[in-house]
């Protein structure tokens, strides 16, 4: 069956590094495309960035810049490096892929931009 785990998450500072890790299991993982979503707490969960299958990626305009997100195929992990993180990136960060038009997701990691 499909899994996403995402792990990576944590407490860190304004201005500071995380890199988020999703290990996929049970489908092709290099054939589908990728996401990373979060969501805070009282807002909905919003698509943060995504990388198809082919390589291409995107973002939502208050990353650009800062995250980055990336696929190893040979490992079935796709990572989001996010970088001078800010408060309002606090959230928890969900791996989500699409396979037969059947979303899944992981079960989310908690990140927390506090000082």
């Known amino acids: 069956q499909v899994q996403l785990v995402e792990s990576g998450g944590g407490l860190v500072q304004p201005g500071g590094t995380l890199r988020l890790s999703c290990a996929a299991s049970g489908f092709t993982f290099r054939s589908y495309n990728m996401y990373w979503y979060r969501q805070a707490p009282g807002k909905e969960r919003e698509l943060v960035a995504q990388?198809?299958?082919?390589?291409?990626?995107d973002y939502e305009d208050s990353v650009k810049g800062r995250f980055t997100i990336s696929r190893d195929n040979t490992k079935n992990t796709v990572y989001l490096e996010m970088n001078d993180l800010k408060p309002e990136d606090t959230a928890v960060y969900y791996c989500?892929?699409?396979?037969?038009?059947?979303?899944?997701w992981g079960q989310g990691t908690q990140v927390t931009v506090s000082a």
């Open positions: 990388i198809l299958s082919g390589g291409s990626t």
């Open positions: 989500s892929t699409i396979i037969s038009l059947i979303p899944y």
